[in-house]
């Protein structure tokens, strides 16, 4: 990163109410705060000079005090079974990230990365292997969302943030991104369209809970007891099954939202009837859904997905006892862009796998 970045702010990363109390410290009149949010944030711009409705002096004003974060295309993926596609995104201090886009009936669904790496150390997923390097701005995240949207010239409805990194671990700069998402004058998505994943980090749910946002919660379960949670997700040692189960039942309650949960079924680690009966005894009387998501492949991990059978007797057992469980459809498995597959890559060509 060029050194006068580093000194600067990140404009992107700025809520509606931060760039306008900024701005009006140099008497400027709402408008202009008004114009410039609706250039970086609606229209995705990259330079100051693109801000032709804004003077000069202005505009080199704004370029001395911030930046503007991008996510520049690196490399790009399309799965030929299903047109998925998959972007190695470079940030503006040369570090890269992924982000998937997916087609469905409803319109375009971008899964976002939150962070330069994970530090959660989950045994069976690919972005927690190079270990964490940082966080991701609120507007590095926006970002992959308008570089997504301008490439693929669509618009993108829906945002799963389910990338490389734990969102609740970045609290603070993805509740600013969902403020500027969500804006109108941004990009303008619901907050019923955008969802957030999260291995559990149960003090950051009680947070997220008490802002009573209308997005949906869904958690990285996995695992139907303590003994395989441990074992397979390290943050369960600090926020125990127990424990994140009540925090999930307080979230129903307090937010009107219904809770999800994804479940990897990984061939005899957490996939018998046995495991099957004790999780449905464990969410019984919750309103609740799971996920079931046939492991992945990350080649250094060497787990074994589940038998299609395995996963349909783990399905009805779950039904029988009276959750509510689908099995999830898995997209863009030809590119690596499937759940557990982004990872985050040291430099360019650390992995080479993606080549199709
Ligand atoms: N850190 C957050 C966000 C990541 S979302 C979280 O843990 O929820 C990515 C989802 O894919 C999580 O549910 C994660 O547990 C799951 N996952 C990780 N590795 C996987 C794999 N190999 N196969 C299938 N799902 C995987």
Not at 142 to 157: C, N, T
Not at 298 to 320: P, Y
Request: with cysteine; charged share 25%; proline share 2%.
């Amino acid at each position: 990163m060029p050194f006068l970045k580093k000194m600067k702010t990140d404009i992107k990363a700025l809520t509606y109410e931060q760039l306008s109390n900024i701005l009006s410290e140099y008497s400027l009149p709402a408008f202009r705060s008004k114009q410039i949010y609706k250039w970086l944030h609606e229209s995705g711009c990259t330079s100051f000079d693109e801000m032709t409705n804004i003077a000069k002096d202005l505009r080199h004003m704004l370029f001395e005090k911030f930046y503007i974060s991008s996510c520049g295309i690196e490399d790009k993926y399309i799965s030929n079974i299903d047109g998925t596609v998959k972007y190695l995104f470079r940030l503006t201090d040369g570090e890269f990230i992924e982000s998937v886009v997916m087609k469905y009936k409803y319109g375009y669904t971008i899964c976002v990365s939150s962070q330069v790496g994970c530090k959660m150390g989950c045994t069976f997923c690919a972005s927690t292997l190079a270990g964490f390097n940082r966080n991701l701005t609120a507007g590095e995240i926006e970002s992959q969302i308008h570089s997504a949207q301008k490439d693929l010239g669509i618009r993108i409805s829906h945002v799963v943030m389910m990338g490389i990194g734990e969102p609740l671990d970045n609290f603070e700069n993805v509740m600013a991104f969902l403020d500027n998402v969500n804006n109108e004058n941004g990009l303008n998505i619901g907050m019923r369209n955008i969802t957030i994943s999260t291995c559990g980090i149960v003090d950051k749910i009680y947070e997220l809970m008490d802002k009573k946002l209308q997005l949906t919660l869904t958690i990285s379960l996995h695992a139907p007891n303590n003994e395989i949670r441990s074992r397979t997700m390290p943050v369960n040692k600090k926020y125990p099954m127990e424990t994140l189960l009540e925090a999930c039942r307080r979230y129903g309650e307090i937010t009107g939202r219904r809770v999800s949960f994804e479940y990897t079924l990984i061939k005899g680690i957490n996939d018998s009837e046995s495991d099957a009966l004790e999780l449905a005894d464990k969410l019984k009387g919750s309103l609740c859904h799971i996920n079931l998501i046939p492991v992945n492949d990350v080649r250094e991990r060497g787990n074994v997905r589940s038998s299609k059978d395995t996963v349909l007797k783990f399905c009805n057992v779950l039904k029988r006892n009276g959750i509510n469980a689908t099995i999830r459809r898995t997209l863009g498995a030809d590119i690596n862009a499937s759940c557990g597959q982004l990872r985050h890559l040291k430099k360019r060509g650390d992995v080479n796998e993606n080549s199709c």
